[in-house]
């Protein structure tokens, strides 16, 4: 039988006379089916085999289980609080990773004191707010995916299952998914099939046809390809833990993905209830990761697929340092936990930069110093971490480059390419045909002309100037002038080099400017 879950009250689980009502998540999606689970042992027992999964639902379901012990160990309205905190610390257990079991068993366990009637109220009470929590979450995360991302029908890459059937509605980084397609912004959906039980290709992907939204199944190891060929434009995924400095554990190989993500310039965003971050750790290393029977690997569903005394590693989560994770989105807030680590990457950048600049005194003309930044693109590898400064400084918020002739085209070409976005070229006078914008510039060794074509640059975009180097800031004020003369909007402006002790940032003291070295003029 397939149905929904909005059949049956919107939940994926719930109380019900003296009971806890699941979906049976083993069966997805060749079945619906729910489960009736009387009694704590059963309701471990749900937990471990992952019929109940996903981290806000354990939480909530330890949470409800505690109610249910509660029922169960109480004489006329007195619980039995001994035998109900031995249930709450076996619950708790049941899987060690998720820190949200832990809280949802905790929330509750504060009730017992007040009776059987006040924990299950207090269980009932975060079922409904988890649904509100949700849905502020990923209000949150699509006004953010819809700020970093082009202005067109998304493809997105989600791993595991962070849906309705994860949490007690909505979801977290599906609920997001969801949430776009509602609003026309989804092309389709790749879907990490989640190696080994497949939570991807049996869980996110019935969610994703019971809304009617298109979508693949990703083989797990095809993900970095799929980012490799442009068919990625954001990474959506949930989280079981977030330590203190923004270390987050999740379903097994979504390491791999951050990784992969970082590589190709593509957002990386994880969606998660404030519940999820456990900031008694400091980082991903305390961690306690859950090993999982070799048999969900050397086998599927009874069929044996390795030899028969084959071993296996099969870790339930891996941790994404938090410095490869663009965004942690929370019903409250929005946490770059990555920010202070590219900071520092900024600081190693700047004396890269630095250490391979060539000044030559006198050139063109006397008095003026100029800095060759030929070695710069002869070393592997400067450029894209450029972009990923870049990216970082303006929140991808820019939707074309202008990049300055000459030396500005190669940095232009790099971030527009990097970026996915159009590139103009702002020449000097009498390079370009037809119609063009004109302004006119002083140099630190004479005048100049800088020019666009006519309809190169659109009514509204939103633009970033790039130049090699910034002197007296009158090139890039120029580049500035043609945009704003074509309807444009600045965002910021960009450089490799600036030299000090020249008027350049002054003049330009209106617009975000990054520069990513400094040396003296």
């Known amino acids: ?112 004191p007040n009776g ?45 299952n962070t849906g309705r059937l994860a949490t007690a509605a909505v979801g977290t980084a599906l609920g997001t998914i969801l949430e776009l397609s509602r609003r026309g912004r989804v092309k389709e959906v790749l879907v990490d099939e989640t190696r080994p039980l497949l939570q991807g290709s049996r869980l996110t992907a019935w969610e994703l046809g019971q809304a009617e939204v298109p979508y693949r199944i990703c083989v797990d190891s095809a993900a970095a390809a799929a980012m490799s060929r442009g068919l990625v434009d954001c990474v959506l995924v949930g989280a079981d833990r977030i330590t203190a400095n923004g270390d987050t554990a999740n379903k097994i190989g979504t390491y791999g993905l951050a990784v992969a993500a970082a590589r190709h310039g593509i957002p990386f965003i994880v969606v998660a209830p404030e519940s999820s971050w456990d900031m008694a750790l400091p980082d991903g290393n305390a961690i306690d990761v859950e090993e ?76 003026v110093v100029y800095q060759d930044l030929s070695a710069l693109y002869t070393e592997p590898g400067l450029l894209n971490d450029v972009y990923e400064q870049v990216r970082e400084h303006f929140s991808g918020e ?57 309809g190169a640059v659109a009514p509204g975009d939103r633009v970033l100037c790039v130049d090699d180097v910034l002197a007296t800031g009158g090139t890039l004020l120029a580049a500035v002038d043609l945009v704003e003369a074509a309807q444009a909007e600045v965002v910021g402006l960009v450089t490799l080099v600036a030299l000090s002790g020249l008027p350049g940032p002054e003049r330009l003291e209106r617009y975000e400017l990054l520069s990513l070295c400094e040396v003296a003029a």
């Open 398 to 454: 820019f939707d074309r480059i202008v990049a300055v002739e000459s030396r500005g085209f190669i940095l232009g070409a790099v971030l527009a390419v990097r970026a996915g976005v159009p590139l103009t070229l702002a020449r000097k006078a009498g390079k370009l045909p037809g119609h063009v914008h004109s302004v006119g510039y002083s140099l630190e060794y004479g005048d100049d002309r800088l020019e666009i074509r006519h």
């Open 116 to 160: 059987p009637h006040a924990v299950l109220d207090e269980a009932m009470r975060m079922v409904t707010e988890d649904a509100a929590i949700n849905s502020a979450a990923v209000a949150r995360t699509t006004e953010l995916v819809e700020s970093l991302v082009p202005d067109r029908p998304l493809r997105l890459l989600t791993h595991c």
């Open 292 to 367: 999982r029977d070799a048999a969900e690997v050397t086998g599927f569903a009874g069929a044996g697929a390795a030899p028969s005394d084959a071993g296996a590693f099969n870790p339930a989560f891996d941790v994404t340092p938090g410095e490869l994770i663009t965004a942690i989105v929370t019903e409250n807030r929005v946490v770059r936990p990555g920010r202070d680590s590219r900071l520092r990457h900024g600081e190693v950048l700047r004396t890269r930069i630095g250490a391979l600049l060539e000044a030559f005194p006198d050139h063109p003309r006397a008095g």
């Open 1 to 112: 039988m397939s149905t929904s879950i909005d059949q049956n009250h919107g939940f994926s689980l719930y109380w019900q006379e003296n009971a806890i009502m699941a979906v049976d998540q083993r069966a997805l999606p060749h079945a619906f089916e729910l489960l009736r689970l009387e009694s704590v042992d059963e309701l471990i027992a749900a937990i471990r085999t992952l019929a109940v999964r996903g981290a806000p639902a354990v939480g909530l379901a330890g949470a409800l289980g505690v109610a249910l012990s509660a029922q169960t160990h109480q004489t006329e309205g007195t619980v039995d609080e001994g035998a109900v905190r031995a249930d709450a610390a076996r619950l708790a257990a049941a899987r060690p990773t998720a820190v949200n079991l832990a809280w949802g068993v905790g929330r509750a366990l504060e009730q017992v």
